[in-house]
T-cell receptor
C-alpha cells in the first residue's frame, strides 16, 4: 500500500496571507489529485497533475507535482475565508492496473480568518 | 454540471440489519467506485466496478459487502449484516474512463450510523 503523508495537519492563517500544503510519499504515482472537502460533503476535485515537474494554476491556487512524481504541493496566495476547508491529496498508481484505486492522504485542515 | 447523486444522505440502522446505499453516477461515465470515510480518518477505497463486474476490491470489502448495477443508471452498495464498525460516510464516485487521466467525481455521501 502506498502511503501519502500530508503536512501540516492543521493550518490557521489570517486573510491575505499565503500558505503551502505538502503531500509526500516514498512511492511513485501515475497521477495525483487534489480535493477540497467541506464538513458532511464529498471531496470536490480541484486539479489533477500527471507529469513530473508539472505546475498548474487555478486562480490563487498553484499546484506542483514533484519531478519524481512522489510528492506535490498546493500553494494558496492571498488566502480568503472561502478557502477554508479540508484539503486532500490522492494518488493513483496505474502501473498495477489499479484503475481508480486512489490512496488518500489524511488531509490538511485550513482555516482562514477574516 | 453533471454530478454524482447519492441517497439517502443519512441512514440509521441496527446492528445485523441489511442496508443498501444508492448512487446515480454521471451518465457517460464507465467506471464506478465506493469509498468510505470513518469519522476523523482517511478516505478509503472499497471497490471499483467496470463492465458490470468488480475490477478490484480492498480487504475491507469482505463477504458482507456487494455491489450491483441493476439498471443503466443506478449503482448500489449492499451491506448484508451491518456491524458497529461499518458506521462511516460512504462515497460513490465515477470516472469517464481510459485512456485519459479522467478524475474521480464524488457524490456527497451517505452517512451510515449503525446502532
Amino acid at each position: 500500500t502506498q502511503l501519502l503523508e500530508q503536512s501540516p495537519q492543521f493550518l490557521s492563517i489570517q486573510e491575505g496571507e499565503n500558505l503551502t500544503v505538502y503531500c509526500n510519499s516514498s512511492s511513485v504515482f501515475s497521477s495525483l489529485q487534489w480535493y477540497r472537502q467541506e464538513p458532511g460533503e464529498g471531496p470536490v476535485l480541484l486539479v489533477t497533475v500527471v507529469t513530473g515537474g508539472e505546475v498548474k494554476k487555478l486562480k490563487r491556487l498553484t499546484f506542483q507535482f514533484g519531478d519524481a512524481r512522489k510528492d506535490s504541493s498546493l500553494h494558496i496566495t492571498a488566502a480568503q475565508p472561502g478557502d477554508t476547508g479540508l484539503y486532500l491529496c490522492a494518488g493513483e498508481d496505474r502501473t498495477t492496473d489499479s484503475w481508480g484505486k486512489f490512496q488518500f492522504g489524511a488531509g490538511t485542515q485550513v482555516v482562514v480568518t477574516p | 454540471e453533471p454530478e454524482v447523486t447519492q441517497t439517502p444522505s443519512h441512514q440509521v440502522t441496527q446492528m445485523g440489519q441489511e442496508v443498501i446505499l444508492r448512487c446515480v453516477p454521471i451518465s457517460n461515465h464507465l467506471y464506478f467506485y465506493w469509498y468510505r470515510q470513518i469519522l476523523g480518518q482517511k478516505v478509503e477505497f472499497l471497490v471499483s466496478f467496470y463492465n458490470n463486474e468488480i475490477s478490484e476490491k480492498s480487504e475491507i470489502f469482505d463477504d458482507q459487502f456487494s455491489v450491483e448495477r441493476p439498471d443503466g443508471s443506478n449503482f448500489t452498495l449492499k451491506i448484508r449484516s451491518t456491524k458497529l464498525e461499518d458506521s462511516a460516510m460512504y462515497f460513490c464516485a465515477s470516472r469517464q474512463g481510459r485512456p485519459d487521466n479522467s478524475p474521480l467525481h464524488f457524490g456527497n455521501g451517505t452517512r451510515l450510523t449503525v446502532t
